[in-house]
């Protein structure tokens, strides 16, 4: 602790920081730009200027950046000192000299952090009478508009970009005061993580546009908290909504989880919400029916007959999946997975409910010293690992910035006495992933080597996990250099998961983790869905097995809850499982192949209108909540499930409270967020901003009394602008906002002293957080012999494109590959084929035809199959299968 | 005795109003005889709201919203649209008047001179549901008030027939490959 002076008052804060950090988390008003609490200082734009004085009685003072100080005891601050206001005013001046009319014609316009500077410096008249400069904008791809007029040149982008998410396509051109920012020629921006410019510039210069295309500004916006849809890692959004539609989704800071970034997958994934594929209205054998006392007749008629099963959901919240249950029983419960994907779901909750090491939050995985990825591509499966683990990396340049001296947010001084030196990073994959080219080594073989490799490693580190044999001796040398690095470790991460479709590659994961002798080391296990963890909780065989039930009969009606059944299984094999039910009751809010089968098909909301708790990759159990009413006929998942049966759960609460007292696990979470009945100051949380406009015109062409807004009983949050405007737990904080502070930078007024989490506590509860000794594993077996013309098939994944829900949204379309099976370059040529040759494939149930892509990179031996693409076949990893090309004349899939 | 020259003064007070009451009686009435007889009303006069366009004849409106967070009684709704080129404009704008309480503010807080209040106050309706008026309703021809300005000629935004520094006190764009100063 020590003792800071700012404008004459004293205050108890905390070594180690910058002054501006350190200000800011007090609650004072600093004007800054270059700096940003995840990327660091760099004292390059001058806008954070304070005085300093030498002692007590120095009433001069001199200028420093407040951002490149480290804060001292005794620190003698002036803020507020005459001088630093003006310097301050003069920077922002000159910032603004080239600065563009654009303001009512720009997106960042309402939340524009040069606005809010330009207002906090007092800067309110233009004196500059020359010409401004000017430059021409360039196409980035669906994602990002670019107006490069509006730039301060602050750097932030390209810090942004390429130092902090490892980008390589956005570029600082030109020179002195003309500096671009840019590709070097237009095109898409390659990065997956090139949304957060959106929210990193600070002017309108990277904006969003998705939310162009639908513009609203942010004080129009409806928002909630809400936690993204789109993988396993339940990064905190919030997505905002006007006019019934959602128009945007943007980070909500989590101290453990997000922290200030979202991957493009989550931001740009929301628009499937507002897609025409939406199911509106009930369908009773196809015929559209609106009304609601048929179709819950009709439900209900279904329902009665005991012969009736449940198909869960692992994108749909543990309560609607936890009444499903109740509706049909506990035996009569199925996962809605196929039979290989269900037992690595369980055994990776095995992992984590007994787990032999801590389950790394992300903020955790930054913290890694070494870092091990096992068969797992976690830039497509979960996106935002990979830019945890990114940071990871830099750890060895902090350990030599300490030894030099340097804090670890002087960002230029500490990149440059780093140079290229990275913490070690060991990937095993069977195809080359966006991480290569940080990696320091790469184990490369198909998911049967993986595991083989990191058992041998295991044993190498601990006598007691099982060997395996027959190791190559170059093997041998990669698994003795890897264990040389893994055991100098401190806080070693292992990271695997379900992405290469190998138990094996987990078990070997899972003796690795146990074997590493440091004491806090750490592991993080990806699951392919946001509640992927959440519904493994329940019991329920795969539903493939409810097939022999069918055939005798047993079953008459089968009610799936939000799923695509034909995503778990090949086409002919799934179409022939609904062949044989009676009635297919389908509970879902889009459109998909599965709800067009259904004989009674029931609209539901989309995560944007409804409620729920959903069990992240880490154990964290966290609530979203809804951002919009219910429209017409769309009901919450869990009331369709209410309904049916005695009709109870009239209250979200209701059955929340039910669902976690029925699951021991779920125990923790019973305290975790606030009820409907909480209020601060008496009031209910508003989910519109207080400038929230045209309330009493939106809704008059089609009538001009204004309609009461609409009541939510289900939560402390109301669909208003009227409530408390006080603090409120950050669980229910829709967004931010603070006098002076329009942008996202507000965050900074509701982070504790820290600045690190969230003043209240980082939302959601983790269930597993204690440490288990585990059980080794048994070792895998001698290699299977397998003739060169059989090829084994391997997923790749895709950001864009393997995920259902964001599937449906334009600029995701826009960015998904298409349909293709991959071979490596010399197996290609073995089997004399050349890319974009149509080939056909054979599997079990059929025979599919394909473009066929060369892909350098990937194993010999492998067929690489592109997951979830729409129209693709799903085969299941570890399926051997041929393959051969079509000769002209053959054509069309059988 | 400061009490004493305040009573007179009060007294004094209460004969001066009653004088300049008498004389109103003899002075010309303030009032019209509306509807018979037309209001004299001055160009700022705050009435009816209509959308104006620019020196081009293009709508002026570019759908910036702050119309409507600075209306008090929050009875302006749009939407903003873009055209191929890059100009906004409001997909819808709706106002309803039943509501309005022709404070300007509005007109004030608009960058482009757009939305202006016009002395027309001429607006009584059977039906309120007439009351609220759509772009249609609301689009004039002309400039209004303001005839010169053109919000598109200053701003940085290019749209069709503007290119990149071609808005009035704009240098030519930026060549970022030279090298030279
Ligand atoms: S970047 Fe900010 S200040 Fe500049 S035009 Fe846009 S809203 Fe206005
Ligand atoms: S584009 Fe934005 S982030 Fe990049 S330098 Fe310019 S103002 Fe800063
Ligand atoms: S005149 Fe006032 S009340 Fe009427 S629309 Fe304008 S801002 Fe709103
Ligand atoms: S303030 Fe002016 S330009 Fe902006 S939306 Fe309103 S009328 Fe249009
Ligand atoms: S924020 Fe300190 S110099 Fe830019």
Known sequence: MATLHIDGQAYQVSLGDNLLKTALALGLDLPYFCWHPALGSVGSCRQCAVLQYHNAEDSKGRLVMACMTPVSDGLRIGLQAAEAQQFRSDILELLMTNHPHDCPVCEEGGECHLQDMTVLTGHTSRRFRSLKRSHQNQYLGPFINHEMNRCIACYRCVRFYNDYAGGDDLHVLGIHNNVYFGRHEPGVLENEFSGNLVEVCPTGVFTDKTLSQHYTRKWDLQAAPSICMHCSLGCNTSPGERYGQLRRIVNRYHGEVNGYFLCDRGRFGYDFVNSSQRITTALIKQQAQSDPEIITKHWRKLCVDQKIIGIASSRASLEANYALQQLVGQDNFYQGLGLQELSLIKQVLALLKKPPATIATLKQVESADAVIILGEDITNTAPRLALAVRQALRNESFTLAKTLQLARWLDAAVREAAQNQHSPLIIASCHSTRLDGVASEVVSGNPETIARFAFALAHRLHGKSPSVSDLTPEQQLQVERVAKVLSKAQRPLVISGTGSHSSEVLAAAANLIKALPASHKMMSLVVPDANSIGVGLFDGSSFIEAKQRMDKGDIHTVVVLENDLYRHGEHAEISDWLDSVKHLVVIDHSLNPTAERAELLLPSASFAETEGTLLSSEGRAQRFFAVMPLSDQVKHNWRWLALAAADNWQQFDQLSLACYQAIAELEPALAMTPNAAYRVHGMKIPRQPHRYSGRTAVTADIHVSEEQQPQDLNSALDFSMEGSLGHRPPALNPGVWAPSWNSNQAVNKFQDESGDHLRGGDPGVRLFDKVYKGRWHPPAKPLPHREPSELVIQPLHHIFGSEELSNGASAIKQRSPDLYVALNPAQAQDLGMRDNDPVALHSRYAQYHLPLKILPGLCTGILGLPVGLPGMPVIEGGTTVKLHRLNNGEAGND | ?181
């Open chain 2, 1 to 181: 005795m400061n009490s004493f020259k305040l009573c007179i003064d009060l007294i004094l007070s209460q004969f001066q109003t009653l004088g300049t009451v008498l004389q109103h009686t003899f002075t010309k009435a303030d009032t019209v005889e509306y509807p018979e007889q037309q209001v004299a009303l001055f160009p700022r006069y705050r009435g009816r709201i209509v959308l104006t366009r620019d020196p081009d004849g293009l709508e002026r409106c570019v759908a910036c919203n702050l119309c409507a967070v600075a209306c008090p009684v929050d009875c302006i709704a749009l939407q903003k649209s873009e055209d191929q080129e890059g100009r906004w404009y409001p997909d819808f704008f709706r106002i309803n008047f039943s509501r309005c309480i022709m404070c300007g503010f509005c007109e004030e807080a608009c960058p482009t001179y757009a939305i202006q209040l016009t002395p027309d106050f001429e607006m009584c309706e059977y039906d309120r549901q007439s009351m609220v008026y759509e772009k249609e309703d609301l689009l004039i021809d002309g400039t209004g008030k303001y005839h010169d300005y053109n919000f598109y000629r200053i701003a940085g935004k290019s749209i069709a027939g503007k290119g990149k520094g071609e808005a009035e006190n704009e240098a030519p764009p930026i060549d970022v490959k030279t090298l030279l100063p």
